[in-house]
């Protein structure tokens, strides 16, 4: 009877105080155990630096497509002979190779009008384009995706671009 408190009530049983739930899910660490990870890597939870830049293959990707476009203009309007109604085909292929390298050619008045003044404005300007594609494609795929995709999307932009020019230029010549 000695357990029996002053009322005569029996002692309640020793039971532990609940466990409190853990503060976030997963095993927890002390303090101790952060400190002794601190040189481990630990996960991604701030923002990542971009990838390093790459310094010049969106500008060089984008340069070898006009002088693709160049080089199959050139092999269309004079390494294949033609002559009268034959070179129509030929020619209508390498003005179109032509304006592919040289976007801004219907800006500066090719084909309408040729001559040393408006082909050279062609070429500064196409090139002028060209660059800015490289260094666009170059900066958007540091922040994800690859060159190519960037400069043949750009550039289907800028060749669309210089087609409908070059389609209002002679609808307008035509009028």
Do not use: H, Y
């Not at 039971?15 to 890597?41: C, K, M, V």
């Not at 630990?42 to 002088?67: C, D, H, Y």
């Not at 300007?125 to 750009?154: D, H, K, N, P």
């Amino acid at each position: 009877m000695a357990d029996l408190d002053p009322w005569g009530s029996e002692p309640a049983a020793a039971t532990a105080p609940p466990s409190a739930p853990p503060l976030r899910p997963g095993p927890q660490i002390s303090a101790w155990e952060r400190l002794e990870n601190l040189d481990r890597p630990q996960p991604a939870m701030a923002p990542q630096p971009l990838r390093p830049s790459r310094s010049s293959v969106g500008v060089l990707w984008a340069a070898g497509v006009p002088v693709l476009a160049l080089l199959a203009a050139w092999l269309f309007l004079r390494a294949i002979p033609c002559s009268g109604k034959a070179c129509v085909v030929p020619g209508a292929a390498g003005w179109s190779a032509g304006l592919l390298a040289m976007p801004t050619a219907p800006l500066a008045g090719l084909p309408w009008q040729s001559g040393p003044l408006a082909l050279a404005i062609a070429a500064a300007t196409s090139v002028a384009v060209w660059i800015a594609i490289g260094w666009w494609s170059q900066r958007r795929s540091s922040e994800g995706g690859s060159v190519t995709r960037q400069v043949l999307w750009l550039g289907a932009a800028v060749w669309l671009g210089s087609l409908a020019g070059l389609l209002v230029g002679t609808l307008a010549l035509a009028a």
